[in-house]
């Protein structure tokens, strides 16, 4: 089958999020599946030549190769994507990111003609690539190339829609009657994503919790009336995690490399993590590892009302990552407060990350809403087992036999859940257990290959 992605962003050419990892890894996993798949993203200032092996194509058109054969092409507009951010600069959004991705839709529909790729499926992703569907199935669908070809519309965060002035409209270059209420009208203002949602022929998120979530008043952010009218269009298939990347039998970043056979030198990892966050090395203390964003949707609500409690408990906390101001301040005042407890790092740091991975033994992930998460795919890998609150791709991953789990969204429940941890940490028998059955988990990109490609059948015969 010939598949087009068209998204926003692309690992490992340019990333701002989890998008990006998908974009990057799906399409190789895709390729050894046997189809034939192609990339079109923006050709931004961060990608430059000499470090992807980028050769031109056309006047606007630039083009590399990843895994085995799959093409991606790269849209050059200097005059909307050669700056510092890919949608936002300095805190503020882009004031013209509606005409930027607008471009974009349209240029890359303009593209599959130009390189005679007569895709059976175009995968979309996001707000970004929304238009994609509307253009489609309202513009280039009387053209005998467009004719046959089906949407499919990845939601990798509800959250985020592309909401514009409705004084915008006239720049998408479409109809007024698409602006009401069955068209891309959203109280009196453009909303992208619900473009795409209304004219792809299928939607999907990237778990199928998260799929059902969205269709609650609680997470569909104003969407959910849509979302249970094109119910039947909408699935959920997890996300993958690259085990190429993420191994702690191969991990150049730590110390001591072990795997499911040989988990004991894992030990060795803690004490080296221990040792450069300058806390107390101790094995029988146990780690509990955070890399996050620092903010409320990542659950430093109630961990902020609860850190004093923790370090109460016994146990030794490692943090990593940035975010809201207000998060900053509570940490660096515990820091201050429980020295050889916590160890803060605000920063982005990937070799870190991977230390915290291996040598934690608990890795804290209590998320409000996760629609797939990666931490804890990781950490799975790793031997760390996840404690997590239950929603999205959080509780489809993680359960009693691999994990932590707790189901009320309070600080009350998070702690009464670390210290279910930790009493169990101090029993061997039942801690090696739970390692054990957190290291054979499988969420590898060829199983979430494999539904994509059952999803792609179901859209071309529709």
């Known amino acids: 089958m010939k598949i087009a992605f068209v998204a926003s962003e692309v690992v490992p050419f340019a990333k701002t999020g989890g998008l990006a ?3 990057g ?10 189809h034939e798949v192609i990339i079109v993203m923006p050709k931004y200032k961060c990608i430059t030549d000499s470090k992807f092996k980028i050769k031109r194509v056309s006047a606007d058109i ?5 895994g085995e054969k799959t093409k991606v092409y790269f849209i050059e507009q200097d005059s909307y994507f050669n700056r510092d951010g890919l949608y936002v600069e300095r805190g503020f959004d882009y004031k013209d990111n509606l ?4 471009f974009f839709s349209r240029r890359a529909l303009d593209l599959l003609k130009e390189i005679n790729f007569t895709a059976d499926i175009l995968h979309l992703h996001d707000w970004q690539a929304s238009l994609v569907a509307v253009y489609l199935k309202n513009l280039y669908v009387f053209q005998p190339f467009y004719s046959k ?3 499919i519309l990845t939601i990798h965060n509800i959250g985020y829609q592309g909401i514009f002035a409705r004084d915008q409209f006239s720049k998408l270059g479409l109809g007024w009657d698409l602006f009401n209420v069955e068209g891309l009208e959203f109280y009196n203002q453009i909303n992208l994503l619900k473009g795409g949602i209304i004219f792809s022929d299928f939607i999907n998120t990237v778990s199928p919790t998260y799929a059902m979530e969205i269709r609650d008043k609680e997470f569909g952010f104003g969407l959910e009336g849509l979302l249970n009218v094109r119910k039947d269009s909408l699935s959920g298939i997890l996300n993958g995690l690259d085990y190429s990347i993420w191994d702690p039998d191969m991990d150049k970043f730590i110390v001591h490399n072990y795997s499911l056979v040989n988990p004991g030198s894992k030990a060795y990892n803690k004490g080296e993590l221990q040792k450069i966050c300058g806390l107390p090395v101790n094995n029988d203390l146990p780690v509990l590892g955070i890399v996050s964003r620092l903010v409320e949707q990542k659950g430093f609500d109630i961990l902020a009302e609860g850190l004093d409690e923790i370090c109460k408990m016994g146990g ?3 943090i990593l990552g940035t975010g809201d101001l207000k998060y900053h301040q509570i940490l660096e005042k515990m820091v201050k407060k429980y020295p050889n407890i916590i160890s803060l790092n605000l920063k982005f740091d990937d070799c870190l990350a991977h230390k915290i991975y291996a040598g934690s033994d608990i890795f804290l992930m209590p998320s409000s809403y996760e629609p797939c998460g990666l931490g804890q795919l990781i950490s799975l890998r790793y031997g760390t087992l996840p404690l997590v609150f239950k929603t999205g791709g959080l509780a489809d991953t993680i359960n009693k036999h691999n ?3 707790f189901s009320k969204y309070t600080k009350i429940s998070l702690l009464k859940c670390i210290k279910q941890a930790l009493v ?5 028998l039942k801690w090696n257990v739970l390692i054990k059955n957190a290291m054979e988990c499988n969420f590898s990109w060829e199983a979430s290959a494999k539904r994509y490609s059952q999803l792609y059948v179901k859209a071309k015969s529709a």
């Open 149 to 151: 070809m089906k949407a």
């Open 25 to 34: 890894a799906l399409p190789l996993a895709l390729e050894d599946c046997g």
């Open 99 to 102: 005409e930027r991705f607008a």
């Open 62 to 66: 630039l083009s590399t190769v990843v």
């Open 403 to 405: 994990g932590f789990v």
């Open 21 to 23: 990892d998908v974009v």
């Open 424 to 428: 169990t940490f101090k029993d061997k």
């Open 316 to 318: 030794q906390l490692v």
